[in-house]
């Protein structure tokens, strides 16, 4: 990630400058698959069709772009998101988070959208079980979610819940501590609502951290709550039906 989001071409600012803050997702299933990532044309393949898995999300935001990268034993991508899939099933993905200054108080905290991050793990969480079944894996899939800044700030962030009516939250640093949950691999590809449920236990946990009692939009029950998401958010969620 840090040499994606430093490194500069042909004179052009490094990705971190426009992406400071991202969301990162781990995952394992504890019953390894096998798929074969050993060749260009292997890699080719296992992209492409992570590509397609990718689209049957909440979201289309874990949709990798081109160009396929060589990796040991796995594919590899940049960009919005970047990340690696490995030939066991595991992978990591990470995606931006919508973290900025505030118009108000440009030299306080940033601010980071609580509902855009609610969103994007049932994303991750989606994607990052399509591919563990997509190499053969079974049993429980292990997840670990985690909060990045890589610009080098120490400012402290805000969570904004909505823009017509900002919520006064603490001002505190990232999580230095990633959150951690176990689901059921089948079960969450087979059915959206577990996927919410083990996207809902993860940002819970990193909300806390932040000084918010609950998500805003995700429920423990497996409920996206729509009527909570603004015109953009709504337009965005194209995997989804209340």
């Given at each position: 990630?840090?040499?994606?989001?430093?490194?500069?071409?042909?004179?052009?600012?490094?990705?971190?400058?426009?992406?400071?803050?991202?969301?990162t997702l781990a995952a394992v299933?504890?019953?390894?698959?096998?798929?074969?990532?050993?060749?260009?044309?292997?890699?080719?393949?296992?992209?492409?069709?992570?590509?397609?898995?990718?689209?049957?999300?909440?979201?289309?935001?874990?949709?990798?772009?081109?160009?396929?990268?060589?990796?040991?034993?796995?594919?590899?991508?940049?960009?919005?998101?970047?990340?690696?899939?490995?030939?066991?099933?595991?992978?990591?993905?990470?995606?931006?988070?919508?973290?900025?200054?505030?118009?108000?108080?440009?030299?306080?905290?940033?601010?980071?959208?609580?509902?855009?991050?609610?969103?994007?793990?049932?994303?991750?969480?989606?994607?990052?079980?399509?591919?563990?079944?997509?190499?053969?894996?079974?049993?429980?899939?292990?997840?670990?979610?985690?909060?990045?800044?890589?610009?080098?700030?120490?400012?402290?962030?805000?969570?904004?819940?909505?823009?017509?009516?900002?919520?006064?939250?603490?001002?505190?640093?990232?999580?230095?501590?990633?959150?951690?949950?176990?689901?059921?691999?089948?079960?969450?590809?087979?059915?959206?609502?577990?996927?919410?449920?083990?996207?809902?236990?993860?940002?819970?946990?990193?909300?806390?951290?932040?000084?918010?009692?609950?998500?805003?939009?995700?429920?423990?029950?497996?409920?996206?709550?729509?009527?909570r998401l603004n015109d953009g958010?709504?337009?965005?969620?194209?995997?989804?039906?209340?």
């Open positions: 990630m840090s040499d994606y989001l430093n490194r500069t071409v042909d004179g052009d600012n490094a990705p971190v400058t426009y992406y400071p803050g991202w969301v299933p504890s019953v390894r698959g096998t798929y074969s990532l050993t060749t260009q044309a292997d890699r080719n393949a296992a992209f492409n069709r992570f590509q397609d898995l990718a689209c049957h999300g909440v979201t289309l935001r874990a949709r990798p772009q081109h160009p396929v990268l060589v990796g040991r034993r796995q594919v590899r991508f940049e960009g919005l998101p970047t990340g690696q899939l490995h030939q066991d099933g595991s992978s990591y993905t990470a995606q931006t988070i919508n973290l900025h200054s505030d118009q108000r108080d440009p030299d306080g905290p940033n601010l980071m959208s609580q509902r855009t991050l609610e969103l994007d793990l049932v994303t991750l969480v989606q994607a990052a079980a399509a591919w563990a079944a997509e190499t053969g894996a079974a049993g429980d899939l292990m997840l670990s979610a985690a909060l990045h800044r890589y610009d080098g700030s120490d400012k402290l962030v805000r969570l904004v819940v909505t823009e017509s009516a900002f919520q006064r939250s603490p001002a505190l640093p990232l999580p230095a501590a990633p959150a951690e949950t176990t689901g059921d691999l089948t079960a969450i590809v087979t059915d959206k609502r577990e996927a919410v449920v083990v996207a809902c236990a993860l940002v819970s946990d990193l909300l806390a951290d932040m000084g918010a009692h609950q998500p805003h939009i995700l429920t423990p029950e497996g409920n996206i709550l729509t009527d958010l709504r337009h965005e969620l194209t995997g989804w039906e209340s």
